[in-house]
């Protein structure tokens, strides 16, 4: 698998969090006029898997659903992804610091320990130090 | 209960304060030896904790900060010598020579690469796009980007 899709509400709050926050690298950011950018990432050491920040924009989605989905986006609906951390409590004092949201602070659980945190959009991560 | 399952969280907040600061103050002249006074720590014990969070002694990792900048500064098409004194090395013969071992390339060889994969962007943004993603946003009817569909 080469891409998959996130949606953000903005890709210029996205791009900071992405990149400055958890320290993503951009793969591609095209600029496509008036309906956003093709704005790509990957994870630092996996540069051949890319996440596409995509916006909910009125040309993919009716204006209907495209609110209805901005909405569910915002209040937390969908958990989007799993990071492993091989530290688990370094990696959440940092993030930490540098601004992100955690809903769950690392916490020992039967499958090992897990923490969970939110995008700069309202998308839900979980961070797992596994075994 | 949190304080039970989280023992070191002094510790842990001492060394990554002191990777924020080489990820903030990397263009600066960076004493290490500072870094781990500040934290409180030996030197020895400080590279060593660092090492075992982070897989780089703190003078790798102000390295690989100061060559991943490097990179962002010439993806956004800076002259060479620009960047080599903005993210802190002090002479271009050291910043070449380790940019080279690092991303295999020189960097001016990688900015050159850059220039001209924006130009393929300016010329034509379309083929950077997997095709059903730029027909489901409406971007394969837009009249700016013909030259794309050519």
Known sequence: ?131 | MFAEQYPNIYLYRRIVQAKLFIDNNYADTIELDNIADEAYFSKFHFIRLFKRIYGKTPHQYLIAVRIEKALQLLRSLQPVSDVCYSVGFESLSSFSGLFKRIVGISPSLYLAQQQQLQKQINKAPLTFIPGCFAEKNGWLKNSNFEEAKA
């Not at chain 1, 990432?41 to 204006?63: A, N, R, T």
């Not at chain 1, 799993?82 to 990696?91: C, G, M, N, Q, R």
Request: aromatic residues 12%.
């Open chain 1, 1 to 131: 698998m080469t891409h998959v899709s996130i949606h953000v509400l903005n890709q210029d709050s996205a791009f900071d969090f992405y990149t400055n926050k958890l320290g993503f690298k951009v793969i591609t950011d095209v600029p496509m006029g008036e309906d956003g950018r093709w704005l790509t990432v990957c994870p630092p050491d996996q540069p051949g898997f890319e996440i596409i920040l995509s916006p909910i924009s009125k040309s993919m989605y009716s204006s209907e659903t495209a609110e209805m989905l901005k909405e569910l986006v915002s209040k937390g609906t969908f958990g989007v992804g799993l990071f492993t951390s091989k530290d688990i409590f370094a990696t959440y004092e940092e993030l930490k610091a540098k601004g992100v949201e955690f809903t769950k602070p690392p916490r020992k659980e039967f499958y090992g320990t897990e923490a969970i945190f939110k995008d700069d959009s309202g998308n839900w991560f979980s961070l797992a130090q596994l075994g």
